[in-house]
């Protein structure tokens, strides 16, 4: 194999995978886990692979997306339903410029091609195993927590993969969350 192909498997494997079932049902243990694991990779990495879901259709896509918001409530101590995620929506490969709105995204499979581009890194190939989901912070998610959570965008070939998107209830949410007011865009 060459140089730059083990390099595309490596940055590949850098997206942290969350066993799902340990937030939902893996007792205090399993769930602080699950929190951290979901908050430091959406932090950190632009994106969180995830495992343990019941389906890949729109409506499973958006629980799982409801739970990982939930997970991230967690994570910074905050009161459910905080980040108020309003509809669901099926969408196709992000645009240029992604809908303000988006709190998540949550990509059925990871077919070959599927790319994250976290803020100040380059794009970078994600691979994932059959049955795992990728899932993204998006814009409004970003604004929510004052930049500590960047925006990420995600691209994946047209046509192979089924996504949803979360977003707000309503276009006016998009200030930062007072808890995020005073705090830099990395947590500082």
Same mark, same amino acid.
């Given at each position: 194999?060459?140089?730059?192909?083990?390099?595309?498997?490596?940055?590949?494997?850098? *997206?942290?995978?969350?066993?799902?079932?340990?937030?939902?049902?893996?007792? #205090?243990?399993?769930?602080?886990?699950?929190?951290?694991?979901?908050?430091?990779?959406?932090?950190? @990495?632009?994106? #969180?692979?995830?495992?343990?879901?019941?389906?890949?259709?729109?409506?499973?896509?958006?629980?799982?997306?409801? +739970?990982?918001?939930?997970?991230? @409530?967690?994570?910074?101590?905050?009161? !459910? %339903?905080?980040?108020?995620?309003?509809?669901?929506?099926?969408?196709? &490969? /992000?645009?240029?410029?992604?809908?303000?709105? /988006?709190?998540?995204? =949550?990509?059925?499979? =990871?077919?070959?091609?599927?790319?994250?581009?976290? &803020?100040?890194?380059? $794009?970078?190939?994600?691979?994932? +195993? &059959?049955?795992?989901?990728?899932?993204? $912070?998006?814009?409004?998610?970003?604004?929510?927590?004052? %930049? #500590? #959570?960047?925006?990420?965008?995600?691209?994946?070939?047209? %046509? !192979?993969?089924?996504? *949803?998107?979360?977003?707000?209830?309503? $276009?006016?949410? /998009?200030?930062?969350? &007072?808890?995020?007011?005073?705090?830099? $865009? +990395?947590?500082?």
């Amino acid at each position: 194999m060459s140089a730059s192909g083990e390099e595309g498997k490596a940055a590949a494997r850098k *997206v942290p995978r969350v066993d799902l079932r340990k937030f939902l049902a893996g007792g #205090v243990a399993g769930r602080r886990e699950a929190v951290a694991l979901v908050g430091d990779a959406l932090r950190e @990495e632009g994106a #969180v692979r995830v495992e343990g879901q019941d389906g890949d259709d729109g409506a499973s896509l958006a629980a799982v997306g409801s +739970h990982l918001l939930a997970a991230l @409530e967690d994570y910074f101590g905050l009161a !459910a %339903g905080a980040f108020g995620a309003g509809r669901a929506m099926a969408i196709e &490969p /992000t645009p240029p410029s992604a809908d303000a709105g /988006t709190l998540i995204v =949550v990509l059925g499979s =990871v077919p070959p091609g599927t790319e994250v581009e976290a &803020p100040d890194r380059p $794009p970078r190939p994600v691979a994932a +195993h &059959p049955g795992e989901l990728l899932a993204a $912070p998006g814009p409004a998610l970003s604004r929510l927590t004052g %930049g #500590v #959570v960047p925006a990420a965008r995600v691209r994946w070939p047209p %046509g !192979a993969a089924l996504a *949803v998107a979360l977003t707000l209830p309503s $276009p006016e949410l /998009t200030a930062a969350l &007072p808890e995020f007011r005073d705090v830099g $865009p +990395h947590g500082t």
